[in-house]
């Protein structure tokens, strides 16, 4: 069964930290691997990745993929309250277009 | 430029009842999908349309179905309503078919919620 694992699946940390969100995933004809961050509503894209070990990075998020190991990670630096989210990672496969998300991991930056 | 619209944004039916939502791609978007986002989860992958034909369709039962009009906007329709079916459905847009190196655009969705 194809199936993508987000952890942890909450976060709560103090402004100017560093976090991590992991995502692993096990599907059938992977393409690519993506990760959305979810305020209120629309999920709105952060990444794409669909090569191994190449970090991409925009302002203090960064994320980077190892197709090898079959995971991902997303990370955020100096934290700010607006960070404040749910962070949702998806792997595509190939069949259908078809994209499974993983459950999300809700990330809580107090002041 | 608009993005992605989605009507209604709220909507309670009861169960057995029959919806319909309604989604906008953005202009020049060929590709619509359609999510499911139960709270507390991810959105899972309902359809796929383009170029008003169906190119993807996700583990959900025939009371599900979509369609796609010649301007590119989408309607999901739920027949026989189940109190399961409360959720978020969220319709995204992409220029083309191959989802391989483009991002899918998210609406605000439809809450639907089911008495």
């Known amino acids: 069964e194809d199936k993508v694992v987000q952890s942890p699946l909450s976060l709560v940390v103090h402004e100017g930290d560093t976090v991590t969100l992991n995502c692993s995933y096990e599907?059938?004809?992977?393409?690519?691997l993506l990760w959305y961050k979810q305020e209120k509503k629309a999920p709105t894209f952060l990444f794409m990745l669909t090569s191994s070990g190449i970090e991409k990075k925009s302002g203090r998020l960064s994320s980077i993929l190892d197709k090898k190991e079959l995971f991902s990670i997303l990370n955020i630096t100096a934290t700010q309250t607006g960070d404040s989210a749910i962070y949702l990672c998806a792997a595509r496969v190939v069949a259908g277009n078809q994209f499974y998300f993983g459950t999300g991991t809700s990330l809580t930056v107090i002041p | 430029d608009a993005g992605v619209t989605q009507s209604p944004t709220h909507l309670i039916k009861t169960r057995g009842q029959q919806v319909t939502l309604r989604c906008s791609p953005i202009s020049g978007h060929k590709s619509v999908s359609w999510y499911q986002q139960v709270l507390g989860q991810g959105p899972q992958f309902i359809f796929q349309?383009?170029?008003?034909?169906?190119?993807g369709r996700g583990n959900f039962p025939d009371r599900f179905s979509a369609r796609q009009f010649p301007n590119y906007s989408s309607e999901l329709n739920v027949n026989a309503l189940l109190l399961g079916d409360s959720a978020l459905y969220l319709c995204?847009?992409?220029?083309?078919?191959?989802?391989?190196?483009?991002?899918?655009?998210f609406g605000d969705g439809t809450r639907l919620s089911i008495l």
């Open positions: 599907v059938t004809n992977f393409r690519s």
């Open positions: 995204a847009s992409s220029l083309f078919l191959d989802l391989s190196n483009q991002p899918q655009h």
């Open positions: 349309y383009y170029e008003k034909e169906e190119r």
